[in-house]
């Protein structure tokens, strides 16, 4: 593309009718230019990039009781894999939000203003389709994020430049270039600077990569919208949109391209869109999380400092309070490294002094952490440098969780979990790991905590993990009297509630309902007897506390048994039972008196399979006589005596 070409890229952005403003998503630079733009022009029409479905839930997203950072869930079953949507059958996505994300800045602005506000992307099962490419693996569906910016980080150009410009990476580089704008007065140089920047970052793209992500698709969808506000007779409006995609759309408007035919519904598939909490952590570009800026609670801070100061001094002073922060953090937690006063006036004056050198009008992110390489570190960086720069990251990121109001209507089994953890005093509203000692034997609080945990393991919510404790599966620990835990509230915790719902509406309900799902697969499937893997079933009921319904569960363990062909699978399972009679106190099994008849049916069907042992194969000799010394164990230690 010519020079003059690319100039009448740019200008084709701003018109009297359509301004198409590039953003960088979370980027609070953008967020407050857009905001100015808005007031400027008065938009009747504010046309945002994300799946058209959750128009329908910008009331909610506007709702008071909505704090950010929150976020919209979207998902979609497939009952049948197709050809053109390969991958699993379950795909889902995040869309975040927090304070300085222009696109929420936008929605807030114009309902402020009273402008028509619509999301215009394809819808998120569309989006799924329009992929000709998937890294999703069949047996490992995974929550993916629908803002996405691998084109930037892979941008050639961009690499370049960064270094030309003595910037680490892209981050810095657009930090050097825009966010130490954010107070400039030129809204139109602003735009078509950020437009050239993505311009560069597309044009590495070949159309064959486009088409297979989904962007070509999504853009013709995007440009569609438009030229339907324009031909309902709108004459002034704001298309917000990634600015990899906003180069594109006033030549697709201008064209007139079709939308994408989107695939026929199947009435089995089943798409949904929620909106839940969020957090900084799960924010952070450094954590894996695929788009927009890292260190969100540092760009947060700005955001809210420019609202009143977009001066220069709002970055200094935002600079000088992430490093007292930092410097009390250092002498609060037990890391060996405490840093003084003095040393906090001096990295502030590093970054001030770095930022004025690199011509910033403050100190940029960047500057800030020059500053505490320099003045925080005083030994080897893979040493005690990892510490404090471990530390700043943790300071820079935060740990808030946003808020969804009621309205929001989560499902029932998300506010059960919610409400129980409530009352167990377990922390769901920050991001900080924690650690719990559960005492089985002694504390009934401490049993329901423990099987509040490993209710929600049994559904794969992501919440709680088993550090330490007694297994009463395999019978090892059964010296240590406590459960030791580590809990973290995460987004997925969320996003795996709502799509474990589909089992029951509280926690209770679910985890039976699971339960029935396994035993159905277990028996469709076919295949031997496994008495061993059915007891562990029941020793895993006990610990979530479904006594109340291992009726059914007892039943079908009396038929392993019965048709069990293995003799060490059928120790195994004599071991359990013992173990689980044994260990009625702590698991709560006094009721379940059916136990002792299945260690005598156990004891019975393992004596029957003896007269087999002259057939056993050679390569499983080893592990029957092992079988043999462990029924002998059992019969010495009187597990089984009084039952066989």
Request: glycine share 6%; net charge negative.
């Amino acid at each position: 593309m010519t020079d003059s070409s690319l100039d009448a890229a740019l200008a084709a952005l701003v018109t009297p009718d359509v301004l198409y403003f590039p953003i960088r998503h979370h980027s609070p630079a953008c967020a407050r230019h857009l905001e100015r733009a808005i007031r400027a022009r008065q938009p009747a029409s504010i046309l945002i990039e994300g799946p058209s479905s959750f128009t329908s839930l910008i009331p909610l997203i506007l709702h008071a009781e909505t704090k950010a950072p929150f976020a919209v869930y979207t998902s979609v079953r497939r009952a049948i894999v197709s050809d053109v949507a390969p991958g699993p059958p379950r795909h889902a996505a995040y869309f975040p939000f927090c304070d300085y994300s222009p696109e929420l800045v936008a929605l807030r602005v114009g309902a402020e203003l009273g402008a028509t506000l619509k999301f215009v992307d394809l819808d998120y099962a569309d989006q799924v389709d329009a992929k000709r490419t998937s890294n999703a693996s069949p047996s490992a569906p995974r929550a993916e994020s629908l803002l996405e910016e691998r084109h930037f980080k892979r941008s050639r150009y961009l690499q370049q430049l960064a270094r030309r410009a003595g910037c680490r990476d892209h981050n810095d580089l657009w930090d050097h270039l825009f966010e130490t704008r954010i107070a400039d007065a030129s809204m139109e140089t602003f735009v078509r600077d950020v437009a050239a920047w993505c311009h560069f970052a597309r044009v590495e793209a070949t159309d064959d990569e486009l088409a297979a992500d989904g962007t070509l698709a999504r853009e013709l969808a995007m440009a569609s919208a438009v030229r339907a506000e324009l031909d309902g007779g709108a004459t002034s409006i704001i298309v917000v949109t990634g600015g990899f995609h906003t180069v594109a759309l006033p030549h697709l408007v201008a064209a007139g391209a079709p939308a994408p035919t989107p695939r026929p519904r199947q009435t089995s598939d089943d798409a949904q869109d929620h909106l839940i909490r969020y957090s900084f952590e799960q924010l952070d570009a450094l954590n894996g999380y695929a788009a927009g800026m890292p260190s969100p609670f540092y760009y947060d801070q700005l955001w809210h400092a420019t609202s009143t100061d977009g001066t220069p001094q709002a970055a200094s002073d935002l600079a000088a309070r992430m490093l007292v922060d930092l410097g009390r953090l250092t002498r609060r937690t037990k890391s060996g490294v405490a840093l003084s006063p003095a040393d906090e006036i001096a990295a502030l004056e590093q970054a001030r002094r770095l930022a004025a050198l690199r011509g910033h009008s403050g100190p940029t992110r960047e500057d800030l952490l020059d500053g505490i390489r320099s003045c925080f570190v005083k030994g080897a960086m893979d040493a005690e440098g990892a510490i404090v720069m471990g530390l700043a990251h943790h300071a820079m990121t935060g740990t808030a969780i946003g808020d969804v109001p009621a309205d929001a209507g989560v499902p029932p089994l998300v506010a059960d979990v919610r409400r129980i953890a409530q009352t167990l005093r377990l922390g769901m509203t920050t991001t900080i790991k924690r650690k719990s000692a559960l005492d089985l034997y002694r504390k009934t609080t401490h049993r329901r905590t423990s099987r509040f945990f490993h209710s929600l393991e049994f559904l794969d919510v992501p919440y709680a993990a088993l550090a330490a404790g007694p297994n009463f599966v395999t019978g090892t620990d059964l010296d240590r009297l406590f459960e030791h835990w580590t809990y973290q509230w995460t987004p997925q915790t969320e996003s795996q509630l709502i799509e474990a719902s589909v089992y029951g509406a509280t926690l209770e309900e679910a985890a039976a309902n699971r339960l029935s799902a396994r035993l159905a697969e277990m028996e469709s499937a076919g295949g031997a007897r496994n008495a061993a893997e059915a007891v562990a079933m029941l020793v895993s009921v006990c610990r979530m506390g479904l006594h109340r319904h291992a009726g059914k569960l007892m039943t079908w363990i009396a038929a392993q048994i019965d048709d069990d062909p293995s003799l060490p699978s059928l120790t195994r399972a004599l071991g359990q039972l013992g173990l689980l009679w044994e260990s009625r106190e702590p698991l709560e099994a006094h009721d379940m008196l059916e136990i002792p008849a299945l260690i005598q049916g156990a004891y019975g069907r393992a004596v029957f399979l003896l007269h087999n042992l002259a057939d056993t194969a050679s390569g499983a000799a080893l592990e029957t006589l092992e079988s043999l010394i462990s029924i002998q164990d059992l019969l010495r230690a009187e597990r089984l005596a009084q039952h066989a």
